[in-house]
């Protein structure tokens, strides 16, 4: 099941695609493709997204199995639930920079993917690109959005010249531009688009390589408070370059044994790649015709020597140890290695410490405080009932936040108050009232319902007036506050997240005979609300849900504990 289609930076890290496929579905090219060497496989290409309701707890329970392979953090928490709500073990697979990890999730047995809080993926402000890199991932960042702007398709949010709105610059452009001591050559410190004073010098290397490595550098050192507290840059010059470069020793410029993309140049060795790359580059878009464009391709060996130069000679400006081209590319394209039940990997001897490929972990039980696997799962949220409007709480918090898709919202009242209904057009009048408009304050509780992926949340409300700025609402504690102990549950009042026909642990057995094995899912497709309407069928279950307070569709869950025989963990580490 995958949404996307392949795109040429989707070439690498793979063998299921090839150029021939750009712009065609994932899914089904990747079924023919297995075919190929496996003709004897049940495969079925879905081109939709694993989001879509079509794809309910029933669907999943047609699978022994379900391996994921996405790349956004909102599919990977909907196929958690979903697979918890069938009782289907699940394998979860992910992979930054060298690392990969393949995990088993198995409900009652081992922790879900939403058990421990995630790291936010690391961006990189603009003013740190352009003016303070401090990391070799900096520069190579900013050699990409180089590459782009130079010959690709020009993106405003990706600039690379120097940003003269860096707040912490505060400084005064028209005097700074007076003590600018820049090289006198043509178009050097014009504040233009990069592509069109590229263009207006022929592309010549010597006054991109002067532009980007000297005169930016001149202006950014004019920024003075910049510098304070950091190292400055050393702007490099060409001629002097050459110069250097008829006495130094040819040795000098490979640091390393080993292949030739794994070595480390001189500065030197990198200039020339840099004049070298352009050269080829500025040939292929003549040949492409007036107004053209490169596209960025990491396996293109011009496109890579370029991003290569151009990032360890910022590296070398900005007082870094210069990186090989592998090493660049490593950064570039994460290596994707996804080991499921028996793996062999030629890679190097020694690739860490412990001096393993494959590192075994144990796998650690649920964790109580869940919101997600929890028996009884609940959260405590801070927010001001009074500033608080009801499309802020569906959206914002249960949607972003608590990952839910269409969920539909009660008040614990005494009353059964329904604040939002994942129906069209039944509490769309509530949207821009405010919380306390429906009598919500301190100490309130709402229960959330998800009845795609099969999930209760349980809403503690806390008022407060002295949230900081800009701050809408925020999470108590890292996790959800740990629920009460639990204790036997009244018949019929137990809302643990799943089924009774899901509760026992799923065995090979259960399933029938023509079902397929595996589910795999391979999509980026970020949820959509306007695509999870319930059907008819669903609002009547679920007014039934609210009305008789009937939990019979909810399963309690068992105190499972592994066997001897489960399996572990395989890290890369």
Not at 224 to 239: E, G, S, V
Not at 249 to 255: D, H, K, L, Y
Not at 259 to 266: F, I, M, N
Not at 285 to 289: D, H, M, P, R, T
């Given at each position: 099941?995958?949404?996307?289609?392949?795109d040429?930076?989707?070439?690498n890290?793979q063998?299921?695609?090839?150029k021939?496929h750009?712009?065609?579905?994932?899914?089904?090219?990747a079924?023919?493709?297995v075919?190929?060497?496996?003709?004897?496989?049940?495969i079925?290409?879905?081109?939709?997204?694993i989001?879509?309701?079509?794809?309910n707890?029933?669907f999943?329970?047609?699978?022994?199995?379900v391996?994921?392979?996405?790349d956004n953090?909102a599919?990977?928490?909907?196929?958690?639930r979903?697979?918890?709500?069938?009782?289907?073990?699940?394998?979860?697979?992910?992979?930054?920079?060298?690392?990969?990890?393949?995990?088993?999730?198995?409900?009652?047995?081992?922790?879900?993917?939403?058990?421990?809080?995630?790291?936010?993926?690391?961006?990189?402000?603009?003013?740190?690109?352009?003016?303070?890199?401090?990391?070799?991932?900096?520069?190579?960042?900013?050699?990409?959005?180089?590459?782009?702007?130079?010959?690709?398709?020009?993106?405003?949010?990706r600039?690379v010249?120097?940003?003269?709105?860096?707040?912490e610059?505060a400084?005064?452009?028209?005097?700074?531009?007076?003590?600018?001591t820049a090289?006198?050559?043509d178009?050097?410190?014009?504040?233009?688009?990069?592509k069109?004073w590229?263009?207006?010098?022929?592309?010549?290397?010597?006054?991109?390589f002067?532009?980007?490595?000297?005169?930016?550098i001149m202006?950014?050192?004019?920024m003075?408070?910049?510098?304070?507290?950091?190292?400055?840059?050393?702007?490099?010059?060409?001629?002097?370059i050459?110069?250097?470069g008829?006495?130094a020793?040819?040795?000098?410029?490979?640091?390393g044994m080993g292949?030739?993309?794994?070595?480390?140049?001189?500065v030197?060795?990198?200039?020339?790649?840099?004049?070298?790359?352009?050269?080829?580059?500025?040939?292929q878009?003549?040949?492409?015709?007036e107004g053209?464009e490169?596209v960025?391709?990491?396996?293109?060996?011009?496109?890579?020597?370029?991003?290569?130069a151009?990032?360890?000679?910022?590296?070398?400006?900005?007082?870094?140890?210069?990186?090989?081209?592998?090493?660049?590319k490593c950064?570039?394209?994460?290596?994707?290695?996804?080991c499921?039940?028996?793996l062999?990997?030629?890679?190097?001897?020694?690739?860490?410490p412990?001096?393993?490929?494959?590192v075994?972990?144990?796998?650690?039980?649920p964790?109580?405080?869940?919101?997600?696997?929890a028996?009884?799962p609940e959260?405590?949220?801070k927010?001001?009932?009074?500033?608080?409007?009801?499309?802020?709480?569906?959206?914002?918090?249960?949607?972003?936040?608590?990952?839910?898709?269409?969920?539909?919202?009660?008040?614990?009242?005494g009353?059964?108050?329904?604040?939002?209904?994942?129906?069209?057009?039944?509490?769309?009048?509530?949207?821009?009232?405010?919380l306390?408009g429906?009598?919500?304050?301190?100490?309130?509780?709402?229960?959330?319902?998800?009845?795609?992926?099969?999930?209760?949340?349980?809403?503690?409300?806390?008022?407060?007036e002295e949230?900081?700025?800009d701050?809408?609402?925020?999470?108590?504690?890292?996790?959800p506050?740990?629920?009460?102990?639990?204790?036997?549950?009244?018949?019929?009042?137990?809302?643990?997240?799943?089924?009774?026909?899901?509760?026992?642990?799923?065995?090979?057995?259960?399933?029938a005979?023509?079902?397929?094995?595996?589910?795999?899912?391979d999509?980026?497709?970020?949820p959509s609300?306007?695509?999870?309407?319930?059907?008819?069928?669903?609002?009547?279950?679920?007014?039934k849900?609210h009305?008789?307070?009937?939990?019979?569709?909810?399963?309690?869950?068992?105190?499972?504990?592994?066997?001897?025989?489960d399996e572990?963990?395989?890290a890369?580490?």
């Open positions: 099941i995958d949404l996307d289609t392949i040429v930076s989707n070439l890290r063998f299921l695609f090839q021939k750009v712009g065609k579905s994932k899914a089904q090219v079924k023919e493709s075919l190929r060497f496996c003709p004897s496989a049940n079925t290409a879905y081109h939709d997204s989001m879509n309701p079509d794809y707890m029933e999943f329970r047609n699978f022994q199995l391996m994921n392979a996405l953090r599919a990977r928490n909907h196929v958690n979903m697979c918890l709500a069938a009782d289907i073990p699940l394998i979860e697979s992910g992979t930054a920079g060298y690392l990969g990890q393949v995990t088993v999730i198995k409900k009652g047995q081992t922790e879900c993917y939403e058990c421990q809080p995630k790291p936010t993926q690391k961006t990189f402000p603009g003013c740190t690109i352009r003016n303070t890199p401090s990391e070799p991932i900096h520069c190579i960042v900013w050699a990409k959005y180089l590459f782009n702007q130079l010959f690709g398709e020009e993106d405003a949010d600039e010249s120097p940003d003269t709105a860096d707040p610059a400084w005064n452009p028209a005097d700074a531009a007076a003590r600018a090289s006198d050559q178009g050097d410190i014009k504040r233009v688009s990069t069109e590229a263009r207006s010098t022929g592309y010549d290397p010597v006054k991109l002067n532009k980007l490595f000297k005169d930016d202006y950014l050192l004019t003075d408070k910049l510098w304070k507290k950091r190292k400055a840059p050393l702007p490099l010059d060409w001629t002097e050459q110069q250097i008829v006495h020793n040819e040795a000098e410029e490979s640091c292949l030739k993309d794994q070595q480390v140049l001189g030197q060795g990198y200039t020339q790649l840099f004049r070298r790359s352009v050269e080829t580059l500025r040939s878009l003549i040949e492409k015709g053209a490169l960025w391709d990491k396996d293109d060996p011009s496109a890579m020597d370029f991003v290569s151009a990032a360890n000679l910022r590296m070398n400006v900005f007082s870094m140890n210069m990186k090989s081209r592998f090493d660049v950064n570039l394209t994460p290596m994707l290695l996804l499921v039940f028996f062999k990997i030629f890679l190097n001897k020694q690739p860490n412990r001096k393993k490929l494959l075994p972990c144990a796998l650690d039980r964790n109580s405080n869940c919101y997600v696997c028996s009884k959260v405590t949220v927010l001001n009932v009074h500033k608080t409007i009801v499309q802020a709480l569906q959206d914002k918090i249960l949607k972003e936040k608590f990952g839910m898709v269409a969920p539909d919202v009660q008040i614990e009242d009353k059964g108050t329904i604040l939002i209904s994942s129906e069209e057009g039944e509490t769309e009048a509530n949207n821009n009232k405010f306390s429906f009598g919500i304050r301190n100490g309130s509780r709402l229960q959330a319902d998800d009845f795609l992926q099969d999930y209760t949340l349980l809403v503690n409300v806390i008022h407060s949230l900081e700025k701050v809408e609402f925020e999470v108590v504690g890292d996790a506050d740990k629920a009460p102990a639990p204790s036997a549950p009244e018949e019929g009042k137990n809302i643990a997240n799943g089924n009774k026909d899901s509760a026992q642990p799923s065995t090979s057995s259960k399933a005979a023509e079902d397929d094995d595996v589910l795999i899912i999509s980026d497709e970020e609300s306007s695509t999870m309407e319930a059907s008819p069928e669903s609002s009547n279950r679920k007014r849900h009305d008789a307070d009937d939990a019979a569709s909810k399963r309690k869950r068992l105190d499972q504990q592994p066997s001897d025989d572990d963990i395989i890369l580490d």
